[in-house]
């Protein structure tokens, strides 16, 4: 008798039966099951070119499970779905869409019916929410009946008391008219799947929350957080991320396009703790710290995280990165001097102002750590020194150690021994070598005084206000921002 009328009604392009995705960790058994369906569709005369499915029991599109992405598309070339629970769970009318594998999730809206219709829940979503998508179970609702009568009534209700008037889209167009109207929700915000029951529910048993790191050290470039990090390494109870592909061993996933891929592909970057609570797995990506987007990021997916960031003086900090872009043959830098870059004025070329605001921007401290601290709060933030990590790291590391709150304590003292040849500190290891970064010490000339009294200048106003910043923290000045105040007053 269905088949009969198979134009009336939309097929349901996912797997047979009502099966829940994220149970199928393995790729191509999901596949298979999908094929499954598809083939009996095929076989009946079902169509199956609308591109739209929704996933039994709201399994696997959020928390994603890339499994379900991949194999949405691969059968049924998925365009949209209206999964809901993306990515509060309450209230409905706070649900946001989100695009990921080139699918479009956007928000559906309550299952359960209750007494909301007359200006309640219900009511609301459709009033504060241009586009709402319901979806009813016939098991669920005395076979459709009272679907029927719930959604009878609200439209009723809307037209008598509001000027609203309700239209509705094919899925595909309607979702293509919601991102329209919401283009700042295309893009997912990641959030860590175990702290809801309800998210972990629907979320892979295989996988786990433990591969997530508990600090992160967010740089910014050029301040030494390469040393941080091999003596951060040198604890017993910490480990770092693999190296990430294609980011000169970083992992660069809260301020790149590799945030996209999702958190599966982040957690694969990371080993399995052997023990959860007392080890310490982080990730260095010294890009981070003048990202717009990687604190709020960061904050969503790994709210309880530590941030570590180490500063030098400014002007240093600049001086160091464009010799190093400089020496990796940036072609902008090798055909102008470090003045001419950073002082090039507004109607200078492009290339010359590009370089100009990548080696300035970082150096602007306060505006920084004020957005980190927009969304962190200020006992997860530590500002290390990162001259006094040149002059004496095992200081430095006692009191990350005691940031951290990593046991057992680690003694740096005997573990790092300074290279008078390479003029760096240097790890120690238990057969007497010494393991360095780098293989030869500073290779470029000083700085010019010429262009450091520029950049003093430059980074006046910053380094007050960070002083004004590490004073509310209650955090000590660095001896490079006292010298610097001093040069002012
Ligand atoms: N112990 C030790 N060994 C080697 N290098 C040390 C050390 N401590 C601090 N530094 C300083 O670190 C500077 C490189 O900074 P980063 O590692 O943050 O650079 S990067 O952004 O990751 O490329 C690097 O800057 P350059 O000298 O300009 O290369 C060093 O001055």
């Not at 076989?43 to 929704?54: C, L, R």
């Not at 049924?76 to 009318?93: F, G, M, N, Q």
């Not at 030098?312 to 090798?334: F, G, L, V």
Request: hydrophobic share 35%; glycine share 4%.
């Amino acid at each position: 008798m269905l088949l009969r009328s198979v134009s009336e009604f939309w097929w349901f392009p996912h797997m047979y039966s009502h099966m829940q995705p994220h149970l199928f960790h393995n790729h191509t058994s999901l596949l298979e099951q999908m094929i499954l369906n598809k083939d009996f569709a095929l076989e009946h005369g079902i169509p199956v070119d609308q591109g739209y499915a929704v996933a039994p029991h709201h399994s696997g599109v959020y928390p994603v499970h890339p499994q379900l992405y991949e194999s949405w598309r691969k059968a049924w070339d998925i365009r949209v779905t209206s999964t809901e629970e993306y990515p509060h769970l309450k209230p409905a009318r706070y649900r946001k869409g989100f695009i990921h594998n080139d699918i479009m999730d956007y928000p559906g809206g309550p299952k359960a019916l209750d007494n909301s219709i007359m200006g309640g829940e219900l009511f609301l979503t459709v009033l504060l929410n241009p586009i709402s998508v319901f979806m009813t179970h016939l098991s669920n609702y005395g076979n459709d009946r009272l679907g029927l009568y719930t959604f009878l009534h609200l439209a009723d209700f809307i037209s008598t008391w509001t000027h609203l008037q309700l239209d509705t889209l094919p899925p595909l167009q309607l979702a293509q008219r919601y991102f329209t109207l919401f283009p700042q929700q295309r893009e997912p915000l990641w959030q860590n799947p175990c702290d809801d029951k309800r998210h972990r529910d629907i979320w892979s048993k295989e996988k786990t929350c433990d591969r997530l790191p508990k600090f992160l050290v967010i740089g910014p470039q050029k301040t030494g957080t390469t040393a941080l990090s091999l003596f951060l390494l040198m604890h017993p109870s910490i480990s770092s991320s693999f190296p990430g592909p294609r980011t000169y061993g970083e992992v660069q996933f809260f301020n790149t396009n590799n945030y996209l891929q999702g958190i599966d592909w982040y957690m694969e970057l990371f080993p399995l703790p052997s023990n959860v609570t007392s080890d310490f797995l982080f990730e260095k990506s010294s890009a981070y710290f003048p990202s717009e987007d990687a604190p709020r990021r960061a904050a969503a997916l790994l709210p309880k995280a530590k941030i570590l960031t180490m500063l030098i003086n400014p002007s240093d900090r600049a001086y160091n990165w464009y010799q190093h872009q400089k020496a990796h043959e940036d072609s902008t830098a090798s055909r102008f001097s470090f003045y001419d870059v950073i002082s090039a004025q507004h109607g200078a070329p492009a290339d010359i102002r590009s370089l100009q605001n990548r080696c300035l921007t970082p150096g602007l401290y306060h505006t920084h750590l004020e957005r980190w601290l927009t969304h962190y709060p200020v006992n997860q933030l530590v500002v290390l020194d990162g001259q006094q990590l040149r002059r004496d790291p095992a200081a430095v590391m006692d009191e990350v150690q005691k940031f951290l709150g990593v046991t057992p304590h680690y003694n740096y003292s005997q573990t790092l021994t300074f290279d008078q040849q390479k003029g760096f500190w240097c790890q120690l290891s238990e057969e007497g070598k010494t393991k360095c970064l780098w293989s030869e010490g500073q290779k470029y000339p000083p700085m010019e005084p010429e262009a450091r009294s520029y950049l003093s200048r430059y980074y006046r106003e910053h380094n007050i206000d960070l002083s004004k910043l590490l004073h509310r923290l209650g955090q000590p000045l660095p001896s490079w921002l006292r010298e610097e105040l001093q040069k002012i007053s």
